[in-house]
């Protein structure tokens, strides 16, 4: 008698082309994250550890707005049915481009106009 084992279905990580995408024509993100919806402003992608990160202003927590505005950071590989959105944003005066854990691990991050 052999036992079978049976696997999970694994998803792909998500891609790092959609943030990239995001980034260049400075459209929103869906996702699900830590079990809940969110829609994201996507402002840098980088890496830290050999692990991808997005830092990104929220939009909207399970179709909410965020109490106060601020830039997250979210692991890539956290964000789950990550897809682009049709809303536009504009960049944030909160971003701050230059900072140190930036040096050396930046993949791409928003320009200003």
């Known amino acids: ?3 079978t084992i049976e696997r999970q279905p694994t998803t792909p990580p998500p891609s790092p082309a959609v943030i990239f995408e995001a980034i260049v024509k400075q459209l ?15 402002h840098a992608i980088y890496t830290r550890h050999d692990e991808i990160y997005v830092d990104a202003l929220t939009l909207d927590r399970d179709g909410k707005p965020p109490r106060e505005e601020k830039i997250g950071t979210f692991k890539l590989a956290g ?11 504009q960049p944030s005066a909160l971003y701050q481009p230059g900072e140190k854990r930036y040096e050396h691990t930046m993949l791409m991050e928003i320009e200003r106009g």
């Open 28 to 42: 929103a993100v869906a996702a699900t994250y830590n079990r809940g919806d969110v829609t994201l402003a996507p």
């Open 1 to 3: 008698m052999s036992a």
């Open 79 to 89: 964000l789950g049915a990550l897809r682009i959105t049709p809303r536009r944003f």
